[in-house]
């Protein structure tokens, strides 16, 4: 690794690699030093990569069969979700420090098997998430200062806003279609309320409850796949968490993708609310709310990266790891076998590690 | 009585009874003729709160007394559904307080009894009272966000059951449990808020703060689908630490809007003198008892109909099945009424 500037290498650029390359090339620290994609990626994915190199003005590196050849010290894996564990593995492989968007991986086996690869590989591998937003920072806080006591129950909102679904997601197939999504909104959105309750509570999830429907979105219906879930978890040490989340015609906030929690302890309770604190303006579009932590989910990952090349630099582990993403996939997991059965499901046991 | 007047007789003499009893002896053209209850000395302060009242352990006096229209039942839940059919027996309408009864069996005979006699029926569900939900109910009702596909109501507050300890309420086999006995404001909103759609499964799970081995548990939540695959959750906790505190929040998801309600943004009372309810919740018994008024009087029709109670207390029994047994539970179509 250069030890001042780190060298990052996009493989594959659909979706949030978008915003993520912007985000990393602002940061005086970091080096594009190109967009790449899999020899074995579909018309769409390559075009939508060589796109991305072409707005963003950095090198299209082709579809090169051994990353290795590529001088770069973190591989950015931003692809279709199917493709996020295979491509992973790859850089891994590679020798290369790797990011992956979220999810982790579209099943168990596949996180499973990526966990094991980053436990043999001599990079890390982390995941994009949203743990370093300014609202869950201060909860978390709260929570190991002992202010609330002994957490007994969270509850998680996570609502995207349909109303901007056109504008926020480039091609609907990407989110709905099983064949390039691995699943629907329970896959996309899930994991983070995962990561903030885990986060919040130091505890692992053990046992779901979900139930899922297609209640708002035709192209949801095409595809056979949910856009919103209910859920109850069991997590260890008897807390419980409840989570509402999925795309909604019109989420309560003014932003793509919000949410709020709650998390009642022993000796207290706090709230969470992204929206919150905020300048309120009052004019003729009627009240713009300004959130003073910013719009939160693109800059809980701005910041999410920051940390992210802060440590890859210093040499030390992403403190959100493999373990983190296998996790989050296991609770899907879980999730979707209960929405089957009907019935409250077990959560694969292996998580951990943190 | 005056010709536009009414008279009911209320039963029971414990906490909801006083706060019914103050509520009505305010509304003008209400008289309070009887309060009944197996504890004179009890029933006496609860008639001491509505001036002309008698307090008496005499039933079949209150009942037999062709001055009083309506019978408010209170009490203990396990009598809800006898003192129910004995007064509709004795031609009066009824006001029953909520849970309506601890048994599919039990409600469906207590709705039989008035429908034979032209009677009215009403569920003490007082939160449709509150403002703020009967301001979310109104828009709802107005099509302000189109059809309502996905609730999640939080109701977390600090307070415990007086007299909870050694209280009935502590005991599942006379309170049905918490999905039950305060589950059913909750089930009943879902109901009311889902225009009457049918709920055909739930899954609760619960957890207890402030005391680890009470049989009924400070707080739960629950996931309800619909019959038209809507879905809702449900928290309902007692957990806070501060006594008085509230935090509540209601979504209300349509294909057309979406309604929030919080009360954290209330205007409040902050003193160390004294607390205030909050805004958007105060003066709901007050508009309960002057609907039932209402209702005694002709002008309307009860708020709960006999479909939403049954939808109301067929989740709540299914709720509480699940709580004991960890599954997910069926809400049994048979619990229905048209």
Aim: net charge neutral; glycine share 10%; charged share 20%.
């Amino acid at each position: 690794m250069s030890a001042e500037r780190l060298r990052v290498l996009f493989l594959s650029g659909v979706r949030h690699a978008g915003s993520y390359l912007p985000m990393l090339r602002a940061d005086p620290r970091v080096e594009i030093v190109g967009v790449a994609e899999d020899p074995g990626a579909a018309g769409r994915a390559l075009s939508d990569t060589r796109a991305l190199a072409a707005s963003a003005g950095v090198p299209f590196l082709g579809c090169p069969g051994d990353l290795a050849e590529i001088e770069a010290d973190l591989v950015v894996v931003c692809s279709e979700p199917v493709r996020h564990a295979r491509l992973a593995e790859r850089a891994l492989a590679a020798g290369r420090h790797v990011l992956v968007d979220k999810p982790f991986a579209v099943s168990l086996a596949e996180a499973t098997s990526l966990r094991s690869a980053a436990d043999r590989a001599p990079g890390s591998l982390s995941v994009v998430n949203l743990l370093r937003g300014p609202a869950i920072r201060r909860a978390r806080e709260w929570v190991d200062a002992g202010h609330i006591g002994l957490p007994r129950h969270v509850d998680v909102e996570f609502l995207s806003n349909g109303a901007m679904f056109a504008s926020n997601v480039e091609r609907p197939e990407l989110v709905v279609d099983p064949a390039l999504a691995g699943g629907g909104e329970l896959l996309n959105f899930l994991v983070y309320p995962v990561d903030y309750i885990r986060h919040l509570t130091g505890c692992e999830p053990v046992e779901v409850y979900a139930e899922t429907a297609t209640l708002f979105f035709e192209p949801h219906r095409r595809f056979g796949v949910e856009d919103t879930a209910v859920l109850s978890l069991l997590l260890t040490n008897g807390v419980t968490a409840t989570v509402t989340v999925g795309r909604v015609p019109y989420a309560p906030a003014q932003t793509p993708t919000f949410f709020t929690a709650r998390v009642l302890g022993s000796h207290g309770h706090l709230t969470v609310d992204e929206d919150r604190p905020a300048l309120d303006r009052f004019g003729p579009g009627g009240l713009e709310r300004w959130p003073l932590d910013g719009a939160a989910a693109s800059e809980g990952v701005r910041l999410f990266l920051g940390t992210l090349v802060g440590d890859l630099l210093a040499g030390q582990a992403p403190g959100y790891g493999p373990a983190d993403g296998w996790a989050t996939v296991a609770v899907v997991d879980a999730a979707y076998r209960s929405a089957a059965s009907g019935q409250p499901e077990p959560v694969a046991p292996g998580a951990g590690g943190r | 009585m005056t010709a536009t007047g009414v008279g009911v007789a209320i039963l029971g003499s414990g906490g909801i009874a006083r706060e019914h009893a103050a509520a009505l002896a305010r509304l003008p053209g209400v008289e309070v003729r009887y309060v009944v209850g197996g504890d004179l000395a009890r029933s006496r302060g609860v008639a001491a709160l509505a001036p002309g009242a008698v307090a008496t352990t005499d039933l079949e006096r209150a009942l037999a007394d062709p001055a009083v229209q309506g019978v408010d039942v209170c009490g203990v839940t396990p009598l809800h559904a006898p003192l129910t059919i004995r007064a509709a027996r004795a031609g009066k309408h009824v006001h029953v307080e909520k849970p309506a009864a601890l048994s599919m069996a039990g409600l469906h005979e207590m709705i039989a009894e008035v429908r034979a006699r032209r009677l009215t029926l009403m569920t003490g569900q007082t939160v449709r009272f509150q403002p703020g939900v009967a301001a979310l109910h109104r828009a709802v009702a107005a099509g302000e966000i189109g059809a309502v596909h996905l609730l999640r109501v939080g109701w977390y507050t600090g307070y415990v059951w007086a007299g909870g300890w050694r209280g009935w309420q502590l005991d599942p086999a006379r309170s049905g449990g918490h999905p039950v006995h305060n589950g059913t404001h909750a089930f009943d909103l879902l109901v009311w808020l889902m225009r009457d759609r049918r709920p055909t499964r739930v899954f609760v799970r619960s957890f207890r703060t402030l005391s680890p081995d009470v049989p009924v548990p400070d707080s739960f939540h629950a996931t309800v689908r619909f019959d038209d695959g809507s879905l809702a959750l449900v928290e309902l906790s007692y957990a806070l630490r501060e006594r008085g505190a509230s935090l509540r929040r209601v979504l209300a998801v349509g294909d057309r809007g979406t309604l929030r309600h919080e009360d954290d943004g209330d205007s409040g009372l902050h003193s160390e003198a004294a607390r205030a309810p909050s805004a958007s919740v105060d003066g709901a018994i007050g508009a309960q008892m002057a609907h039932w008024a209402a209702v005694l009087r002709g002008e309307t029709e009860p708020i709960t109909t006999p479909r939403q109670m049954c939808l109301t207390l067929a989740t709540a029994l299914a709720a509480q099945r699940s709580l004991v047994t960890g599954r997910a539970v069926d809400v049994p179509e048979a619990a229905d009424v048209r």
